[in-house]
C-alpha cells in the first residue's frame, strides 16, 4: 500500500537557471530575494528538511541533522508557467513553447470570440495585471457588461468579469467558447475565468476561478499510476492542470490553508498511489502581486501546517514537496520567473541528508514517484529512489 503525497508550493523558485536572462528574468530567486526583503523567516520544519542545505539557497542556513532528502531541479521544457512546470514533474517536456501574445489576441481571435459568446464588446485585450486591469477597466465593465480579456508573459486567456454582472455560469461558458476557438496554430496552455466582486475601487477576485487547460501531449505519471489500478486525488487546481487526464479524485480549494486541510483529508481515505496537491496562494496572492511580505508569511504559514501533514505519513508513505517556477515579489517583472525549483522528500525510509542534488529535469520527480509505486513506465526522466532510500 505504498503511496506519495506531492506538493506543489506554487512559484517558490529557488535561482535563477542558466538561461534565465533570456527569459528577462536574470536576478531572480525567489526564496532567497523574500528572505532579504522580509528580513529572515520562521520555517524550523523546511530547515530541518533540508531547505537551506540546497545548492544555490543561501539565505535559510545549512541544517546539520537534516530529517529528509534534498535537492533541485532544472527546467527542461521552454517556458516558466504553471502548465509547462507541472507537465514536466508529470513527464512531458514541451520543446517548444506555448503560444503566448505579447500584444494582445488578433482582431480574428476577438471577433470570432464576441460572435461565439454573443457579445458586441470586451474590454482590455492587452497584457496586464490581474489586479491591475481591475483597477483600470472593473467600472467600465459594470457600466457595459463587456467581458475584460487580458494576457499576461504566459500562455493565457483570461476573461474577468463581476460575478453580479456576468454570472458564473455565463462566464465559464465565455471560457468555453474560447477554450475551444484556441487550439492548433492559436493554442494556448490554459483559458481562465477570473470572476471578481465588490465595488469601486475595492474589488476582489473570488475564489471561484477556473482553469480550461489541453490535454498533455504524451501520456503523464498520473495515467500511469491511474492505470495501475491505483488513486490520482487532485487537490487544487491539479484537475485542470492535466485537463482531469489520469485524475480518479479532486477537490477545489479555497486558498492555501484549505489546500493542505484538504490534503489532510484525503491522506485519511486514500491510502494507495498520489495525493497531488498545488498551493496556488504564493504564486496568485503574493508572486504576481509583488508582495514579499504576504509571500512570506504564507510560506511560515505553510510550515506551521507541516507537524500535521507528518502526523499522518505513514511506514510506506513518501511526502515530496516541489515548485512549478518561480515567481519572484522583489522584481519589478510581477510574472512568473525562470527557476531552479526545490525537492523536498520526507518518510520513515528516506535516507536522512540524503542529496539528489541538481536534477536535470523537473520530470526527474515523476519518474521517480512512477519507481517508488513500482509501476512500469516509458516517463522521460531518471529516478533519485536508489538515492534516498
Not at 537551506?52 to 546539520?64: F, H, L, Q, R, S
Not at 473570488?206 to 505519471?221: C, G
Amino acid at each position: 500500500m505504498k503511496r506519495v503525497i506531492l506538493i506543489v508550493l506554487d512559484s517558490l523558485g529557488v535561482g535563477e537557471l542558466p538561461d534565465a536572462e533570456r527569459f528577462g528574468d536574470r536576478g531572480s530567486h525567489t526564496l532567497d530575494n523574500i528572505w532579504t526583503s522580509v528580513g529572515g523567516l520562521m520555517i524550523p520544519k523546511l530547515k530541518l528538511l533540508g531547505l537551506g542545505n540546497i545548492e544555490g539557497i543561501n539565505k535559510v542556513g545549512k541544517e546539520n541533522n537534516v530529517i529528509g532528502a534534498y535537492g533541485r531541479a532544472v527546467e527542461k521544457s521552454i517556458g516558466k508557467d504553471t502548465v509547462t512546470g507541472h507537465w514536466e514533474i508529470g513527464g512531458v517536456i514541451l520543446e517548444k513553447p506555448l503560444n503566448t501574445y505579447p500584444n494582445g489576441f488578433s482582431d480574428e481571435i476577438i471577433e470570432e470570440f464576441k460572435e461565439k459568446c454573443g457579445i458586441s464588446g470586451i474590454l482590455g485585450n492587452k497584457v496586464a495585471s490581474g489586479t491591475e486591469i481591475l483597477d483600470e477597466l472593473g467600472e467600465e465593465h459594470v457600466k457595459t457588461g463587456f467581458p475584460i480579456i487580458y494576457t499576461s508573459a504566459d500562455s493565457v486567456f483570461q476573461i474577468a468579469a463581476h460575478e453580479d454582472v456576468i454570472n458564473l455560469d455565463r462566464l465559464y461558458k465565455m471560457c468555453q467558447v474560447a477554450r475551444e476557438m484556441l487550439v492548433g496554430e492559436r493554442c494556448v496552455g490554459r483559458v481562465i475565468a477570473r470572476p471578481f466582486v465588490g465595488k469601486a475601487p475595492n474589488f476582489k477576485r473570488t475564489t471561484n476561478r477556473h482553469d480550461y487547460a489541453l490535454d498533455p501531449f504524451e501520456k503523464t505519471m498520473l495515467e500511469y499510476i491511474k492505470e495501475a489500478g491505483k488513486n490520482v486525488a487532485g487537490v487544487g487546481k491539479i484537475k485542470d492542470i492535466y485537463n482531469g487526464k489520469g485524475i480518479t479524485h479532486s477537490t477545489s480549494t479555497k486558498g492555501n490553508m484549505d489546500g493542505v486541510d484538504k490534503t489532510l483529508d484525503y491522506m485519511d481515505n486514500i491510502h494507495e498511489g498520489l495525493i497531488f496537491t498545488n498551493l496556488v496562494d504564493f504564486d496568485m496572492l503574493y508572486g504576481h502581486r509583488n508582495d514579499p511580505k504576504g509571500y512570506g508569511e504564507a510560506i511560515e504559514a505553510f510550515d506551521n501546517r507541516l507537524g500535521e501533514i507528518y502526523s499522518k505519513i505513514k511506514e510506506d508513505d513518501l511526502l515530496i514537496l516541489t515548485a512549478d517556477h518561480g515567481c519572484d515579489p522583489t522584481t519589478v517583472s510581477t510574472d512568473h520567473s525562470r527557476e531552479y525549483i526545490p525537492i523536498l522528500v520526507y518518510g520513515a525510509k528516506i535516507k536522512n541528508g540524503a542529496e539528489i542534488g541538481t536534477r536535470n529535469s523537473f520530470a526527474d520527480i515523476g519518474k521517480s514517484i512512477l519507481d517508488y509505486l513500482e509501476i512500469e513506465n516509458k516517463l522521460t526522466g531518471e529516478s533519485f529512489k536508489n538515492i534516498i532510500l
